[in-house]
């Protein structure tokens, strides 16, 4: 019996591990994103004030 009940304990870790892992990686993309538009915006303003 807790040999069975272990094995379901540990995958239902794994699933949450997944999703907690895909949530960050979505928020990782989503920071990488926006700093490379603040960059972008960056880059932008800098040029507008050399004219």
């Not at 794994?14 to 892992?21: A, I, M, S, W």
């Not at 960050?24 to 880059?43: A, N, P, W």
């Amino acid at each position: 019996m807790n040999s069975i009940f272990l094995k379901n304990d540990s995958i239902k870790f794994f699933e949450v591990l997944e999703q907690v892992l895909s949530k960050v990686l979505l928020c990782l993309r989503i920071l990488t994103k926006s700093s490379k538009v603040s960059i972008q915006i960056g880059k932008i303003s800098s040029k507008t004030e050399k004219m």
